[in-house]
């Protein structure tokens, strides 16, 4: 099940703007086809996904502690398919 929240280009305006908060996130091509989720700090995880070319877009939702994002993603990764 993606994340109900919209696309956004995976650029240094987006990263700047993104919370310095623990979250679960969503990389993807420039199609908005899938190609990774991951859990963190989200302004963290994104600068080295910006930093390594890991997407084009990125999409994410907050959560209270990095535990909660952790489960959140491997839940997210395991219904679509992503987790090995």
């Known amino acids: ?3 109900r929240k919209p696309w956004r280009d995976l650029d240094r305006t987006t990263v700047a ?3 310095d908060r623990p979250g679960v996130y ?3 091509d420039d199609e908005g086809t899938i190609q ?3 859990a963190g700090v989200l302004r963290d995880d994104l600068k080295t996904a910006l930093a390594y070319g890991d997407g084009e877009r990125v ?3 907050t959560t209270h502690t990095l ?3 952790e489960e959140q993603a491997a839940e997210h990764r395991r219904r679509a398919g992503l987790d090995g």
């Open 67 to 69: 535990e909660a994002a």
């Open 17 to 19: 703007r993104a919370p």
């Open 59 to 61: 999409r994410w939702e």
């Open 1 to 3: 099940m993606p994340l």
């Open 26 to 28: 969503e990389l993807s």
């Open 36 to 38: 990774s989720v991951g």
